[in-house]
């Protein structure tokens, strides 16, 4: 069984920084790319970032220049840096790996943890 747990979030002041870090455990042949989605109240989940395993990223045109997306493949874990933070960028942020198990290759989701924003 595989997991993702995230860990990282919390309250800051706008103009803060946060890092955001997750991990994946259980029985992984390989993992293909992480991200990071965000679900503001009423709002759809959106991608913030994602990596694939070479390394190439993608990020939301809203976090361009102020978040970093990184992983380590050796652990098993991608982190994101946030700096220059927003009240906008209050959310519940999610991280997600595609992942390669004995049975087939499957999208796994962290359960969430919450980064809130003061004005």
């Known amino acids: 069984q595989v997991q993702l747990v995230e860990s990282g979030g919390g309250l800051v002041q706008a103009g803060g920084s946060l890092r955001l870090s997750c991990a994946a455990s259980?029985?992984?042949?390989?993992?293909?790319?992480m991200g990071w989605y965000r679900q503001a109240p009423g709002k759809q989940r959106e991608l913030v970032a994602h990596i694939t395993s070479g390394g190439s990223t993608v990020y939301a045109d809203s976090v361009k220049g102020r978040f970093t997306i990184s992983r380590d493949n050796a652990k098993n874990t991608v982190d994101l840096q946030m700096i220059s933070l927003k009240p906008e960028d209050t959310a519940v942020y999610y991280c997600?790996?595609?992942?390669?198990?004995?049975?087939?290759?499957?999208?796994?989701w962290g359960q969430g943890t919450q980064v809130t924003v003061s004005a």
């Open positions: 997600n790996a595609n992942i390669v198990v004995a049975t087939g290759t499957r999208l796994y």
């Open positions: 259980g029985s992984i042949s390989s993992i293909n790319y």
